[in-house]
């Protein structure tokens, strides 16, 4: 199995701009996980999917976070308009349920905003 | 709500030394699960042990102990004859019920080796 793949590793925007990061769990997980990484703040859970259902969102920071999971395979958090206090390393993770809850973690993204 | 709280915000050990790293929560559940994942320069999370709550025996993995403490609610990490590869930050999660559930992370330790 590829491991949980997110892409993309590295994004460089300006302030205002829209990003969106993607990600694809590994095969047959069935939970989806967002979260952010700062010095200031530590890992942070944004928000988790169940069979593609938003379960928590409440970490996420505001408005203008929003994310998706339209089907298993595939989800995307998006920042619109994103700003430099947005900057950070964004990590995708996934499990299956039942199996001691042990989260696959993948490369996550650096983004830097301008 | 739980918390993870690890009081070491960095460590150094010898190579080949034994270093422990401090790790305690706070929770009112009873059916939980403790993790230690180390966090190299590649930023890539790994997992390193895993300890279900319900059961008395520390975890190992390798070269990686756990000493858990339920009454407590502490859950170190030991790591023996300590390796170069091994400098990384290491974080102490916890995660409730068996299954999928969102990680509550401590703000991480970082290990460096002295060679």
């Known amino acids: 199995d590829a491991g949980v793949i997110q892409s993309p590793r590295h994004e460089v925007t300006e302030m205002g701009q829209e990003v969106t990061l993607r990600c694809k769990p590994i095969s047959g997980h069935d939970y989806l996980f967002w979260y952010r990484q700062t010095m200031m703040r530590g890992l942070e859970l944004l928000i988790y999917?169940?069979?593609?259902?938003?379960?928590?969102d409440s970490g996420m920071p505001e408005d203008r976070f929003s994310a998706k999971m339209p089907n298993a395979s595939f989800s995307t958090l998006k920042i619109q308009p994103s700003e430099p206090r947005d900057s950070a390393v964004y990590f995708c993770?996934?499990?299956?349920?039942?199996?001691?809850?042990?989260?696959?973690f993948g490369p996550g993204t650096r983004l830097t905003v301008l | 709500a739980q918390t993870v709280t690890q009081s070491q915000p960095e460590m150094s050990v010898q190579e080949a030394e034994t270093v422990t790293l401090s790790c305690t929560y706070d929770?009112?559940?009873?059916?939980?699960?403790l993790f230690w994942y180390k966090q190299p320069p590649s930023r890539q999370m790994i997992l390193v042990i895993r300890?279900?709550?319900?059961?008395?025996q520390n975890a190992t993995e390798n070269r990686f102990s756990v000493n858990f403490q339920k009454a407590a609610k502490s859950f170190s990490l030991k790591i023996s004859d300590s390796q170069l590869g091994d400098a990384a930050m290491y974080f102490c999660?916890?995660?409730?019920?068996?299954?999928?559930?969102?990680?509550?992370f401590g703000t991480g330790t970082r290990l460096a080796v002295r060679p």
């Open positions: 929770t009112s559940e009873s059916d939980y699960y």
């Open positions: 300890q279900e709550a319900y059961k008395q």
């Open positions: 993770a996934s499990n299956k349920g039942g199996t001691h809850n042990e989260q696959f």
């Open positions: 999660a916890y995660g409730l019920g068996s299954s999928g559930d969102k990680l509550t």
């Open positions: 999917f169940n069979n593609n259902v938003p379960i928590d």
